[in-house]
Every structure is written in C-alpha cells, then in structure tokens.
C-alpha cells in the first residue's frame, strides 16, 4: 500500500523560506515521478514541480528559480524547497506519486504567506 505524507507547511512572511517533505511508503521513489502540486481557493490544482524517475527535474513558470525539488533515497522522501514566497504562493501543497499511469496523493500541508 502506497501512502504519501506531507509536513513542512506554515505560516512565513513575504521573503521568507519552507521545505515541505514528503515521507513515501511502499514503494522507491527512485523509480517513480514524483510531483508537487499546489491548489488556492476556488482555483484548480497546478503542477508547481516534478521530479522524473531519472532524476531530471521540471518547474512551473510561476516558481522557476524560487522553488527546488529533490530527493533523499535513503529516507524515501521528496523534499520542495521554497525560496522567496509571495502572496501568489499561499495555496495547501500536495506530493503525487505516478505509478504505471495511477497518481497516489498525499494530505496535503497549508502554506501562508502574510506579513
């Protein structure tokens, strides 16, 4: 049984920095894409970063050059640091896992920007 559980998300102000994790059970995260989402509300969840089982990595426009994705094997955990949030970023972030054209999610962890 596959479960995703994220943590990291809170409350920081404009400039500020978090890292979300992603703790994976029952499967590598090595051999899978792994992704993070991101859904405000009212809006439509958005792909903010994916990381492909080869290792390459891929950003939404919107965070390019703030937002980095990566990964412990040895913790089987997907890491998205985040760097310089704004007021466009506060949403509740989710951790997806594709397995053979199936997507596992996770709970999701709130993320608040706010002075």
């Known amino acids: 049984q596959v479960q995703l559980v994220e943590s990291g998300g809170g409350l920081v102000q404009p400039g500020g920095s978090l890292r979300l994790s992603c703790a994976v059970s029952?499967?590598?995260?090595?051999?899978?894409?792994m992704g993070w989402y991101r859904q405000a509300p009212g809006k439509q969840r958005k792909l903010v970063a994916q990381?492909?089982?080869?290792?390459?990595?891929d950003y939404g426009d919107s965070v390019k050059g703030r937002f980095t994705i990566s990964r412990d094997n040895a913790k089987n955990t997907v890491y998205l640091q985040m760097n310089s949030l704004n007021p466009e970023d506060p949403a509740v972030y989710y951790c997806?896992?594709?397995?053979?054209?199936?997507?596992?999610w996770g709970q999701g962890t709130q993320v608040t920007v706010s002075s």
């Open positions: 997806r896992m594709t397995i053979y054209a199936t997507n596992f």
């Open positions: 990381l492909f089982s080869g290792g390459t990595p």
């Open positions: 029952g499967r590598n995260i090595n051999m899978y894409d």
